[in-house]
Every structure is written in C-alpha cells, then in structure tokens.
C-alpha cells in the first residue's frame, strides 16, 4: 500500500496563537485522514511571511517556497477556509494565487508536479456560503492540476446573524462529521490509485497539460 501524506494549510485571517475555527475543522480532517493511515501536517498560512504573487518564490524572505516544499511532499492538500462576505477568505485567495505557478511546473514527463495530487476543501462561517466557496476553492484547484474525490469538502456554518464560531458549537457527529469522514476516506482512497496509476504524460500536442496563465 501506497504512504501518503497529506497537507492542510489553514487559511484563517488570525495569527497564532488565536483561537480559529479553521484550524479546528482542519484538525478533524487530520484525525480523519490519520484513521485511513495517512499523516499530516497542518500550517496557518498567515504565521509565514508570504508574499502576494503568482510565482514559486517572490524572493525577499517570502514564506511560500517552504510551505511549497511540504505540499509537494504531500499526496492529498486539504485547504481550510472561513467565509468572509459569502467568499473564501484573503488568505485562501492568495494561496490559490500561488498555486497558479504550478502551471509551469512538470516532472521528467513532462506532467504538472501537481498531478496525481488529491485536494479537499474545508469550510467554516456563521453565514450561508459554503457551497459557494466550496466551488471557487475546488475549481481553482482543478484547474492548476490537482483531483478532487468525491465528496471531497466538509463544512460548517451557523444561523445567520449569529456569533457562535465552530469550535464553540460543540460536537457535530452527524453533520459536519460525516462529511469529513467522507472527505478523508475518499482522498485517501483516490490519492493511493493516482500514487499506484499516475496520469499519462502529455503527448507531443501538449495534451493533458493545464491552461497557461499570464500573469496581469
């Protein structure tokens, strides 16, 4: 059987060591995830100096290149978002950012470095929206080279108007749980086929490469 390793990088606005909801869903993932054998590690994005910018390494200290390292390492990225305005959070927009960079990153074969890699999305607010960021954050993330499994997002948001975060809502084995069982063990699952059964290269027409994209 395949090892993986899986990544969650916590896209919460507050710096550790403050109490974040992402985390906290994040962390489940991992329990989950460690349930179907994989290890992980959970970053908090904005601890790290990262730079805005569509490269690998914006230079100048940026706090990227490190970050990457442990992502390319990894065989599943799970991304941990709250919900600001109906939308994935600034930070988890930059990192998507990032990853556009990966468009011009192959292996030996010509393939994206991304390819063969699992990514999942985990949500928390107080407001409607999860679909929403779920789908901005899945299809950002197909699109610069990674698979989604069925499945592959968990969520949690509370009443309108209200002010009670995730990690004070107390247990939610039946919703919000269920859907990160799903998460884990369909990621795990489809990153050990995609680690067992990689795609083809691309042919000599450049098939199975993904869009290029210039930067504005």
Same mark, same amino acid.
């Given at each position: 059987?395949?090892?993986?390793?899986?990544?969650?990088?916590?896209? !919460?606005? &507050?710096?550790?060591?403050?109490?974040?909801?992402?985390? &906290?869903?994040?962390?489940?993932?991992?329990?989950?995830?460690a349930?179907q054998?994989?290890?992980?590690?959970?970053?908090?994005?904005?601890?790290?100096?990262?730079?805005f910018?569509?490269?690998? #390494?914006?230079?100048g200290? #940026? =706090?990227?290149?490190?970050?990457?390292? !442990?992502?390319?390492?990894?065989?599943?990225?799970?991304?941990?978002?709250?919900?600001?305005?109906?939308?994935p959070?600034?930070?988890? &927009?930059?990192?998507?950012?990032?990853?556009?960079a990966?468009?011009?990153?192959?292996?030996?074969?010509?393939?994206?470095?991304?390819?063969?890699?699992?990514? =999942?999305?985990?949500?928390?607010g107080?407001?409607?929206?999860?679909?929403?960021t779920i789908?901005?954050?899945?299809?950002?993330?197909?699109?610069?080279?990674? !698979?989604?499994?069925?499945?592959?997002?968990?969520?949690?948001?509370g009443?309108?108007?209200?002010k009670? #975060?995730?990690?004070?809502?107390g247990?939610?084995?039946?919703t919000?749980?269920? !859907?990160? &069982?799903?998460?884990?063990?369909?990621?795990?699952?489809?990153?050990?086929?995609?680690?067992?059964?990689?795609?083809?290269?691309?042919?000599?027409?450049?098939?199975?490469?993904?869009?290029?994209?210039?930067?504005a």
């Amino acid at each position: 059987m395949a090892s993986i390793r899986a990544l969650v990088l916590n896209c !919460t606005l &507050k710096p550790s060591p403050a109490p974040s909801s992402s985390d &906290k869903l994040g962390r489940e993932v991992l329990a989950e995830l460690a349930e179907q054998g994989v290890d992980g590690d959970l970053v908090r994005v904005v601890d790290h100096d990262v730079r805005f910018g569509v490269s690998t #390494d914006e230079g100048g200290g #940026d =706090g990227w290149p490190a970050i990457r390292a !442990t992502l390319l390492a990894a065989q599943i990225l799970v991304i941990a978002t709250p919900i600001w305005l109906g939308q994935p959070s600034s930070v988890c &927009k930059m990192v998507l950012e990032r990853l556009d960079a990966e468009l011009s990153e192959t292996d030996a074969e010509g393939r994206l470095m991304t390819y063969g890699k699992v990514a =999942g999305v985990a949500v928390v607010g107080n407001e409607d929206g999860a679909h929403h960021t779920i789908g901005q954050v899945q299809q950002a993330l197909n699109e610069v080279g990674f !698979t989604c499994a069925a499945a592959g997002a968990t969520y949690w948001v509370g009443e309108a108007l209200h002010k009670v #975060d995730y990690r004070d809502a107390g247990p939610k084995p039946d919703t919000t749980g269920r !859907t990160t &069982k799903a998460l884990a063990l369909n990621s795990a699952h489809l990153a050990r086929l995609l680690a067992e059964q990689p795609y083809p290269p691309p042919d000599a027409r450049g098939a199975g490469v993904g869009p290029s994209h210039e930067p504005a």
